[in-house]
Structures are given as C-alpha cells and as structure tokens.
C-alpha cells in the first residue's frame, strides 16, 4: 500500500509512480501510459466476425447466430479512446472519494473484498456505442458526420456479474445530499489534437447510482476480458457506451455536479446524452445475395435503452408495404445464484419472405419500445453522429 491508501498499480506492465495532471490527481489516479507500438485491442479480430477500426473493432451483423441470444466477449464490439490496458487483478483497488461521501478522504477496496462484502447480482442489457449506425448520416441522409463510420455493428447484449453500485456506495459512507458520480478509468490518457484530456472519464446522477448502475467483473459468467474492462467496469444498463467505464479505477461522489469533457464536449446533444434510442438490424450481410426460393427466413434484432421491444414492424419492398414481424420472447436471464437488478437486452424477430421476385430490394424494420418510442425515417443530425435511430434502409439481391 502507499501512503495514502493507493495500492501500487502496474498498468500496461510498467511500474508506476507519482500523481500525473491536475485532473488525475483529482480523481486520486496514478498516471498511466500509451505504450507506443502495443496493439489497442488485445482480442483476436477475425474479418468473418469483426469490422477492424484500430482502436476500435465492429462485430458484424451477418456473423450473428441467429440461435445465439447473448453476445459473447469474444464477438462484442471494442470502443477504445486509446487502448487496453493489462491490470494486475491482486493489486487492483478501486478508489472512492469525494465530498459526496461523510469522510471525503474516501476508501479503496480490492476485487476480493467487494466479491465477500456485497450481495452479488446480474443483469442483461443493450451495451452500444453512442456513435452506433453513425455511417447511414453520410450513406443515407447525404451529411457526413465525424468519428469511426460505424455501420449497426457497435451493439451487442450481454448478462454481467458484479455487485449493485449503490450498496458500494452505501457501505463507502455516502452523504444524502450527493448528486453527481464521476467515473474514471485506468486506460492512458486520452490525448486528441495536442490536447491531453486525461484519463477517459464521465459523471452521473446519483439517481442512475442508486438505481440499477453495476459493478462488473463478469460477462455471461465468464470473467470480462481485458478488452472489455478487466477487471472490473461500470455499467450503466440502458445508457450510452461512455456511462460504462472500463478498467474502473476511481469513483468521485460529489455534493455539486461534476463535469468532464466526455459529457460536456462529446456524447452530448443539447445535454448530456443518457438513455439510448430504439435501433433495429437485419442479420444479413450489407448487399446480401438471397437464393429466390418460395419463402425466406430473415432475422434481425431491435433494441432500446429506455424498455422493451413492444413491437417491429418490417417491409420487403422498400417501405412501400409493412407487417409485424414474429418476436421471440427474451430467453430466461437468471444464471447461479446471483440476485437480478432490472435491465433488459434485445428482442429477436424473424420474418417470412413469400416469393420474392429476383432482383434489387429493400429491406426496412421498423421497432417500437414499450414507452411507445419508435424509429423515425430521418435521423436528427449532429456533427459528432451520435444517435442514429432512423430506419435503416438495408439493400438484399435476390437471385
Ligand atoms: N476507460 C474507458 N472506458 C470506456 C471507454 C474507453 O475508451 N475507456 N470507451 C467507452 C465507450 S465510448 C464505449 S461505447 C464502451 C465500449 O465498451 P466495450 O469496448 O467493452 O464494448 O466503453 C466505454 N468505456
Ligand atoms: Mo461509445
């Protein structure tokens, strides 16, 4: 242990020492460092499953088993702002601090305190990136916007294992008249432009804490992989990708609200982004060639941050004619022992193509939660493209 209560971290396997910045310091982290030449994703990536990036990997629609209702680590998307760093899990602690809690000072605690000390509970839900679908703004609406073309592929749905936010930040002392979260990794420092604006980091309500925020180390019983935040991130079920921060490394509960550029400058619209909206995907690859038969099978996916799938409505024929797809009921979630929080994951529906004639189609799908939200046929633009929920016109050849 250091003095002040920080167990010594290797990150990226380098031995650490020191405060960085001023806004690391803050958040009581020790500096972490792009390792010039290491890969930004440790995963393998094979072209049939993913759409390579760099720093960040897209899983492929068409890769998707249609039998398969969880996605597996293996197959999920990667949204790294720098890239993955290796954590030793026997020195990890995850640091609590703040005004926000009776003693601002704040506690560490280690993996294996918090697998003995709180009830541990599992939950299903949508993961995507804010940006999903972001290529259809310039492919479909004829406006380009910036950031990694993501085609419908920055989703994916997962059960994780860890223990409820709230009785972390019960135990850790927190103070009713806390309202705001700041979240903050172990990844290096995210430097863009010239500007270094530390570690990647992003606040919340204390309202989202106290409801259904996570705690996780596990993804479909299976330890996460580094990739996707060993050994411990947030998850913030329903909400934008950037809510859930990987390679957790400190928590700042605070009495006033908290900002940082992730909420401020990216990820927000007229506001913090929160809740995502409702998407849907067909499990075909983009042009797919279709064999003319007397009926086809299709499959897709529909999905919302804010409730369930109520219903998907789906066209063949570009739009001109529609009908209600057949939806799956979500299959059971509860594994082991584990206490459930609320949450949710996608709905799969199929459809039957009666006779389709050879040539050139389209196909749309249309879903709607069960707060009533729907798609809407144009997306409201935004330089950064965040938000894509507009029908997406996916173009099949059958012959
Ligand atoms: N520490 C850290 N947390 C992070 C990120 C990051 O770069 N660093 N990326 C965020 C974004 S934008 C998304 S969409 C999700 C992606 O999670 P995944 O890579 O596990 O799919 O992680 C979020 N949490
Ligand atoms: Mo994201």
């Known amino acids: 242990m250091t003095e002040n209560g920080l167990r010594r971290r290797t990150l990226l396997g380098l031995p650490l020492a020191g405060l960085a ?20 994703i440790l995963k393998a990536l094979p072209g049939a499953w993913f759409t390579d990036f760099g720093t960040n990997a897209e899983m492929r629609w068409d890769s998707v088993e249609p039998g398969r209702y969880l996605t597996p680590q293996a197959r999920l998307f990667v ?9 030793d899990p026997d020195t990890y602690a995850l640091r609590l601090s703040g005004d926000g809690l009776r003693d601002p000072a704040g506690v560490s605690i280690g993996l294996d305190e918090l697998r003995r000390r709180f009830e541990h509970v599992e939950v299903t839900s949508v993961h995507e990136c804010t940006g999903n679908g972001r290529s259809f703004f310039e492919t479909q609406q004829g406006q380009r916007a910036s950031g990694t073309q993501w085609a419908l592929g920055a989703v994916g749905s997962v059960t994780w294992q860890g223990v409820r936010l709230r009785d972390v930040l019960e ?8 309202v705001s979260v700041q979240a903050a990794g172990l990844d290096p420092e995210y430097v863009d432009k010239g500007v270094n604006h530390g ?6 309500p204390i309202s989202k804490a106290l409801d259904d925020a996570l705690l996780a180390w596990g993804a479909n019983g299976e330890p996460l992989l580094p990739d996707h935040g060993y ?7 329903g909400w934008v990708g950037i809510a859930s921060i990987k390679w957790l490394g400190s928590l700042e509960v605070s009495t006033t609200e908290l900002t940082s550029p992730w909420n401020t400058q990216w990820y927000n619209i007229g506001g913090p982004l929160s809740t995502n909206p409702v998407r849907s995907a067909w499990e075909l690859p983009w ?6 038969d007397r009926k086809i099978e299709l499959t897709g996916r529909s999905w919302s941050g804010a409730a369930p799938i109520a219903r998907v409505d789906v066209s063949t024929d570009g739009g001109a004619t529609w009908s209600p797809a057949r939806l799956r009921p979500e299959p059971g979630r509860i594994r082991g022992g584990g206490r459930r929080t609320h949450g949710h994951g996608w709905t799969q529906w199929a459809h039957t193509w009666r006779a389709p004639r050879p040539g ?11 707060r009533g939200r729907t798609q809407p046929d144009v997306a409201a633009f935004n330089p950064n493209g965040y938000f894509f929920d507009a029908v997406v016109r996916h173009p099949v050849t059958v012959a």
């Open 360 to 370: 050139a189609h389209t196909l749309l799908a249309r879903a709607t939660d069960l």
């Open 171 to 178: 135990w850790a002392g927190l103070r009713p008249d806390a």
């Open 231 to 237: 050994p411990l991130r947030l998850v913030l079920p």
């Open 79 to 87: 949204r790294n702002h720098t890239q993955t760093p290796t954590i």
């Open 21 to 40: 910045t001023a806004g690391a310091a803050q958040v009581g982290l020790l500096a972490g460092r792009a390792v010039a030449g290491a890969p930004a």
């Open 199 to 204: 570690r990647v980091r992003r606040p919340f």
């Open 287 to 292: 042009n797919a060639q279709l064999r003319a």
